[in-house]
């Protein structure tokens, strides 16, 4: 029975706002002139907490635990496990007691080191919200009633999804992965949401080659998520829209064997980074080949670019092919860019006439003269390719006036300016036919 006199601490916290502890039968401990049940008695600063042996720990906090979601099932109550610091590993089984679904609500709940399932069953009313796993939070053992829903949660250790069927939405908003996240053959019927969310390493969502096609994921929503770390998606089929338009990729993400959703969306070529993991090029190329067959051309355009960044990278920096490349990606990203190619047109002609008028102020027209000299004979240029070096009968005068043909830098710029010309419109055509095409 409860005593009637001191209660539990935690409800005096301000974040609760009165709430009650949930579990006023146990007994209290005294720490820091409070009294606290054994679940919500903090650790640190010699608390009695850290000085429990594995038996103390049983009897005190795991014990009554036990005791605790077998009621819950029994009563179909739901549990309430906010503010809990449970300072070793934990297991909650299931093959115990009754074997009904538990709601449990984990907020601020603080795991220091491991948590396991064994054939759990976690009831459709259960969320961690702003919960800090410090240990490896192993998730294997759960079995979901429904979705599985995450708030701001801190993953500080691997945290294991392996192979685990959700049978509504698998929800991670603005969590926070420190290391690996294990997806790999977890089954989602519904939605996965992973908007604001953050994976400092490895995120694995692949499926096992033998299960493809089998195992859906119906849409993919990330919007301002960070997979900082190697990511893959590997054999997945995509059953619904899939937005990673606000996601940002370090390291190039993985579609390989992949059905993209006709509504798959990503972002610019900001979002990706890496044009320089070993990995990169054949990435970027599965990317191009999936969004060519959705006939998304910008997006293609977008991945056969940083496919040939990636590839050229890889090449030694004296490889001419590397330095090819190089060129074509300045002067018009992979024949793609409208905007290179005009730029290019206008200053190797803006640059030959200020050259043409520039020699003609220099050997002493006038400044108007000048410019309609240089003008006109950088039309000349481009009306008469190369036509420079024809012998005129009669050489317009300031230029190749001197010898004849012209001195050498107006033979050159003449050179110069039809032959670049050309390869402006030439790459201009391309970016069009690019932006245009469509089979
Ligand atoms: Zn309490």
Redesign the pocket.
């Known amino acids: 029975m409860a005593e009637a006199g001191p209660v ?1 601490a ?1 409800h005096l916290s301000e974040v609760r706002r009165g709430q009650p ?1 949930q ?1 006023p039968h146990l007994p209290l401990f005294e720490f820091e002139g409070k009294h ?2 054994a ?2 008695l903090p650790t640190g600063n010699g608390s009695p907490k850290d000085k429990w042996t594995p038996e103390e720990l049983q009897a005190h906090l795991h014990g009554q635990l036990a005791r605790a979601v077998g009621v819950a099932a029994e009563k179909k109550t739901s549990l309430d496990l906010s503010d809990a610091v449970f300072p070793e590993n934990l297991l909650l089984d299931g093959t115990q007691g009754p074997g009904r679904p538990v709601s449990i609500k984990f907020e601020r709940t603080v795991f220091s080191k491991a948590l396991f399932f064994r054939s759990f069953r976690l009831g459709a009313g259960t969320m961690f919200q702003d919960v800090h796993f410090e240990g490896r939070a192993d998730f294997r053992g759960v079995l979901f009633e429904r979705s599985a829903a995450f708030f701001e949660v801190t993953f500080g250790d691997i945290a294991q999804f392996m192979g685990v069927k959700i049978p509504g939405e698998a929800l991670f908003y603005n969590t926070k992965f420190m290391k690996e996240a294990d997806f790999s053959g977890a089954e989602i019927a519904d939605d996965l949401r992973l908007d604001g969310a953050h994976f400092v390493e490895k995120a694995d969502f692949s499926a096992p080659l033998e299960s493809k096609g089998s195992i859906l994921l119906a849409g993919v929503f990330a919007r301002d998520t960070r997979f900082d770390g190697e990511v893959t998606f590997r054999n997945r089929t995509f059953g619904g829209e899939v937005d990673f338009s606000s996601a940002t990729f370090g390291v190039a993400p993985e579609f390989h064997g992949c059905k993209l959703h006709q509504a798959t969306r990503f972002g610019g070529p900001k979002a990706f980074p890496d044009t320089r993991s070993s990995a990169a090029a054949a990435r970027y190329r599965t990317l191009a080949h999936a969004m060519g067959d959705m006939r998304a051309h910008d997006e293609e355009a977008m991945f056969f670019t940083l496919q040939h960044r990636a590839l050229r990278r890889s090449r030694p920096i004296y490889d001419p092919i590397r330095v090819f490349s190089a060129w074509y990606d300045a002067l018009s990203s992979y024949g793609q860019s409208l905007a290179r190619p005009l730029a290019l047109l206008a200053t190797a002609n803006a640059a030959a006439f200020l050259a043409y008028a520039g020699l003609a102020f220099h050997r002493g027209a006038g400044p108007l003269h000048s410019a309609q000299l240089g003008a006109l004979f950088a039309f000349q240029q481009l009306f008469r390719p190369l036509g420079i070096w024809i012998k005129l009968e009669e050489p317009t005068w300031p230029f190749g006036a001197l010898g004849g043909r012209g001195d050498a830098i107006v033979l050159l710029l003449g050179t110069l300016q039809p032959i670049v010309t050309a390869a402006a419109l030439y790459l201009l055509a391309l970016g069009i036919r690019w932006r245009f095409r469509r089979w």
Do not use: L, R, T
């Open positions: 539990c935690v502890c579990f606290w049940c679940f919500h």
